[in-house]
């Protein structure tokens, strides 16, 4: 997985989130989370929450060990 540095309002955003909102990559500088629900949604600079929008590939989202 790509390694991004995060802005202080994307470090903040983060530290508010449940415990088991899982981070799951990286989309243009951005983190990826996982909902409990499944939805996938993006941390933008500023730390707002937005519903993210990527393109399936074949294996995604990988298998995890939860």
Do not use: C, F, H
Request: no cysteine.
């Amino acid at each position: 997985m790509e390694t991004v540095e995060l802005s202080q309002q994307q470090s903040a955003r983060m530290a508010e989130l449940p415990e088991n909102y899982r981070v799951v990559g990286v989309e243009r500088s951005a983190p990826l989370l996982r909902k409990p629900s499944g939805q996938i949604i993006r941390i933008q600079q500023n730390g707002r929450l937005t519903a993210a929008t990527i393109a399936a590939r074949p294996g995604w989202p990988p298998p995890t060990s939860d």
